[in-house]
């Protein structure tokens, strides 16, 4: 298969994402702002599951650009990263209804959690593919953020337990470490392989 062919693909769950993540939203029921103002909660958590979706489709979107060949194993972890960032909807809409309560807070990173997991696992499924000493190998290096971001997600989940706002300041910061692409894929596919 072409790699090509599995970015459409992914590109077209991805919109399906966004989609429901944008039909939780529902129009309030007054007509003022402090009707709009109730639907806050909900407004934010959509605001930042929106931008972990798009890092997630940006950074795809430039991993597969380096992708020479789908293999099974690739198949099968971009099936896997597309299965936890569809159950981000879910965990968006469950801690905005209960305006930042513990238990939904630390289910929403452990619902981050699983995607970073499985990105990772397609990061290694593509370099094992094109061969561990290949470009895009080289490109990812040792993956500071990689490996610091799953962490720090583990951190958050504890912290939603004793004060959700600091969980929610983790998920902040790492969406703003991850917000600008993969400087490292950018600068391979603009000196190399293919466009």
């Known amino acids: 298969m072409r790699p090509e062919r599995l970015t459409a693909f992914s590109d077209g769950v991805v919109a399906i994402i966004i989609t429901i993540m944008a039909l939780e939203l529902k129009a309030p029921h007054g007509d003022d702002f402090s009707a709009l103002a109730a639907l806050t909660p909900i407004f934010l958590s959509y605001l930042l599951s929106f931008i972990y979706v798009a890092i997630y489709w940006n950074n ?57 997991i499985a990105y990772k696992l397609l990061q290694t499924a593509i370099v094992h593919a094109q061969g561990c000493d290949g470009e895009l190998a080289t490109a990812l290096g040792r993956d500071v953020k990689g ?33 600008v692409p993969d400087k490292r894929i950018e600068s391979m596919l603009s000196n190399g392989p293919r466009a």
Request: net charge positive; glycine share 4%.
């Open 60 to 116: 795809h979107h430039h991993l597969m650009h380096a992708c020479k060949r789908v293999t099974a194993a690739i198949l099968w972890a971009n099936m896997h990263l597309l299965f936890w960032m569809s159950l981000i909807p879910f965990a968006t809409a469950w801690m905005g209804d209960n305006h930042y309560a513990a238990t939904p807070t630390a289910f929403y990173g452990v619902i981050l959690l699983m995607p970073a």
């Open 147 to 179: 490996v610091i971001s799953p962490l720090l997600y583990l951190v958050s989940i504890g912290c939603a337990f004793v004060a959700p706002w600091i969980a929610h300041a983790i998920y902040v910061l790492v969406a703003l470490m991850w917000i």
